[in-house]
């Protein structure tokens, strides 16, 4: 089965994972056609695990191999396609369109419920925020990303190892 991961929190804040040894080490529990986009941890592979197996196999060989607590979110390349399509706002060429992959449902549902509070603080009614299957949908103005009542939210400690932000760009070309 075809499958997207996406790494949280490397290549920043003294976490450095290149992408050769990033795919060596995937490639050593047993994930085929590793391919890695970018230097964030975007990476698409193949492999005959289910995802339940997956998941904690790939996030034990990461903090065994990078010396770091690992965090990651794993998807059946269907499903990426879908977070992709599901994308529910208009393309501008002054906002950033992103998905924030998380960890469960209830994770989505409290980013969507705090996002309603950050909508009324100033700068909040340029940003638009909408729920997905476990992914929430941003719009956010560029330049604005982290300093913006809703990426301030993204922000938190609290949130960090259950949720991860892409750039639709990035999404559309792994798939």
């Given at each position: 089965?075809?499958?997207?991961m996406?790494?949280?929190?490397i290549n920043?804040?003294?976490?450095r994972v290149?992408?050769?040894?990033?795919?060596?080490?995937?490639?050593?529990?047993?994930l085929?056609?590793?391919r890695?986009?970018l230097?964030?941890?975007?990476?698409?592979?193949?492999?005959?695990?289910q995802?339940?197996?997956?998941?904690?196999?790939?996030?034990?060989?990461l903090t065994?191999?990078?010396?770091?607590?690992a965090?990651?979110?794993?998807?059946?390349?269907?499903?990426?396609?879908?977070?992709v399509?599901g994308?529910?706002?208009?393309?501008?060429?002054?906002?950033?369109?992103?998905?924030?992959?998380?960890?469960?449902?209830?994770?989505a549902?409290?980013?969507?419920d705090?996002?309603?509070?950050?909508?009324?603080?100033?700068?909040?009614?340029?940003?638009?925020v909408?729920a997905?299957?476990?992914?929430?949908?941003?719009s956010?103005?560029?330049?604005?990303?982290?300093g913006?009542?809703?990426?301030?939210?993204l922000?938190?400690?609290?949130?960090?190892?259950?949720?991860?932000?892409?750039n639709?760009?990035?999404?559309?070309?792994m798939?």
């Amino acid at each position: 089965m075809e499958y997207a991961m996406f790494l949280r929190g490397i290549n920043v804040s003294g976490i450095r994972v290149s992408m050769p040894e990033l795919r060596e080490c995937l490639a050593d529990v047993g994930l085929e056609d590793v391919r890695t986009y970018l230097q964030t941890g975007n990476v698409t592979f193949t492999s005959a695990e289910q995802l339940r197996t997956l998941h904690p196999m790939i996030e034990e060989a990461l903090t065994s191999t990078f010396s770091y607590e690992a965090h990651v979110q794993v998807l059946p390349r269907a499903e990426l396609a879908a977070v992709v399509t599901g994308y529910p706002f208009p393309s501008a060429p002054d906002h950033h369109r992103y998905a924030i992959l998380c960890a469960t449902d209830r994770v989505a549902a409290d980013l969507v419920d705090l996002a309603q509070t950050a909508a009324h603080e100033p700068g909040g009614d340029r940003e638009r925020v909408a729920a997905g299957t476990s992914v929430v949908y941003w719009s956010c103005p560029k330049g604005a990303t982290l300093g913006s009542p809703f990426g301030k939210i993204l922000g938190q400690r609290r949130f960090r190892a259950t949720t991860t932000n892409r750039n639709l760009n990035t999404l559309e070309k792994m798939l």
